[in-house]
């Protein structure tokens, strides 16, 4: 079983994760979703859950580019993507973009909805 921990408030995470499970339902991969209220389950708060995509897979956890490796690798169309970010070079181009980017980015968007929530 694979199990993700995503932040379902963010649109664009939200989008995604469904999609991903679309899929994986097809392919038969039993994925289970959990959102920033599962997080304590993972050890986690909520603000850290928000901040990084993270999967969980045979007991073992990934956080980062390398979850989404694992869980794209198990998905059609998705698994060429996989592949190609697990090469040697654009495996850390990938890992570095997502770090500094792609992750403070949308939490980033996510404080601010927050932020708008509770004003």
Same mark, same amino acid.
Request: with cysteine; charged share 25%; hydrophobic share 40%.
């Given at each position: 079983?694979?199990?993700?921990?995503?932040?379902?408030? =963010?649109?664009? =995470? +939200?989008? $995604?994760?469904?999609?991903? !499970?679309?899929?994986? &339902?097809?392919?038969?991969?039993?994925?289970?979703?959990?959102?920033? &209220?599962?997080?304590?389950?993972?050890?986690? !708060?909520?603000? $850290?859950? /928000?901040?990084?995509? *993270?999967?969980?897979?045979?007991? #073992?956890? @990934?956080?980062?580019? &390398?979850?989404?490796?694992?869980?794209?690798?198990? %998905?059609? @169309?998705?698994?060429?993507?996989?592949?190609?970010?697990? %090469?040697? #070079?654009?495996?850390?181009?990938?890992? #570095?973009?997502?770090?500094? #980017?792609? /992750?403070?980015?949308? @939490?980033?968007?996510? *404080?601010?909805?927050?932020?708008? /929530?509770? +004003?």
């Amino acid at each position: 079983m694979t199990k993700i921990l995503h932040n379902e408030t =963010c649109p664009i =995470c +939200a989008r $995604e994760v469904r999609a991903y !499970s679309r899929l994986a &339902d097809k392919a038969g991969v039993t994925l289970t979703v959990d959102g920033l &209220d599962d997080a304590g389950a993972w050890g986690v !708060s909520r603000d $850290e859950a /928000a901040r990084v995509f *993270r999967l969980e897979e045979g007991g #073992v956890r @990934y956080e980062g580019m &390398d979850a989404f490796r694992v869980l794209w690798a198990k %998905l059609p @169309y998705w698994r060429h993507l996989a592949t190609i970010t697990g %090469l040697p #070079v654009v495996r850390q181009i990938t890992d #570095v973009l997502y770090r500094t #980017v792609a /992750a403070p980015l949308l @939490y980033g968007l996510h *404080r601010r909805r927050q932020r708008k /929530a509770s +004003a």
